[in-house]
């Protein structure tokens, strides 16, 4: 058995230790010049073409089993999330209506209809800015409790069915 390395396109050498061969890290291959132009002397020749992207790879999964669990959090996660939405948009909603003077003009039209003798309809008082705000939290709290109920009655439905179909096929690609 030869020790002398054959390969042309390194110029490592192989040595031989009490472990077995080690080989050293092959010497990057010399350059070619560019077709149709002459290496000159002290210029950098062309770089090779590189070689072609490889093709993206595809996977094809089946999501047979959820975990309920994880559902239930992520789930709680998004509605407390949803939640606190709900109750921002109800005060920017609350605050716009009055900074605009809708409630002056609903005022206005109430009174219009139902006349003076009724002793006026102030609708500030009816939805002010503290009930408003009490009213989309008690609905933030409904739709916490229900969406998160009904996330995870959806995952053990999934599973119930998945277990009968066979789950979803989803295909992953490799960009």
């Given amino acids: 058995m030869s020790s002398a390395n054959t390969n042309p396109r390194s110029s490592g050498t192989v040595r031989s230790s009490g472990s077995g061969p080690r080989v050293n890290a092959p010497a990057r291959p010399a350059q070619r010049p560019s077709a149709g132009q002459p290496a000159k002397p002290g210029t950098r020749p062309g770089l090779v073409k590189p070689a072609p992207k490889a093709k993206a790879r595809k996977a094809r999964l089946l999501v047979s089993k959820v975990d309920p669990w994880s559902v239930l959090k992520m789930a709680f996660l998004l509605s407390v999330a949803l939640g606190i939405v709900t109750v921002v948009a109800a005060i920017v909603i609350w605050t716009v209506l009055d900074l605009t003077g809708i409630f002056d003009g ?5 009174r219009e209809i139902a006349g003076t003798e009724s002793g006026g309809f102030d609708l500030r008082q009816f939805a002010s800015l503290g009930q408003v705000v009490s009213f989309a939290t008690i609905i933030a709290v409904v739709n916490v409790v229900l969406l998160t109920a009904l996330a995870m ?18 295909t992953l690609t490799d960009d």
């Fill in 106 to 110: 609903v005022n206005d039209l109430l």
């Fill in 153 to 170: 009655l959806s995952a053990v439905l999934y599973n119930i069915s998945s277990a009968l179909v066979g789950g979803i096929g989803v």
